[in-house]
């Protein structure tokens, strides 16, 4: 099944994309998810480490499986302020 991600503020500017498509088998999980997103962008490596992954809009672990006609968003940590 091909997955839609969404990418949210430094993900979206490393990637230079707003959404990418990742493939997974059906069963797979929001750690399956990380791993196939570090491989394919390998700059994303330190970002992944520290961001939440959201499954319809609700923050998702690791092992959390994937339904299908899943909404994926990666968000980075939020930083800044004063």
């Known amino acids: ?13 490393v990637v230079g994309k707003d959404v990418v498509l990742v493939e997974l088998q059906p069963g797979s999980s929001v750690g399956d998810i990380r791993r196939r997103l570090e491989a ?8 992944l480490e ?14 959390s499986t994937i339904p299908s006609n899943a909404e994926v968003a990666l968000l980075p940590p939020v930083s800044g302020g004063s």
């Open 50 to 63: 520290r961001s939440a992954l959201a499954v319809n809009d609700e923050f998702a672990p690791d092992s």
């Open 1 to 13: 099944m091909n997955v839609p991600i969404r990418l949210f503020a430094r993900a979206r500017d």
């Open 40 to 47: 394919e962008f390998p700059q994303l490596k330190s970002l």
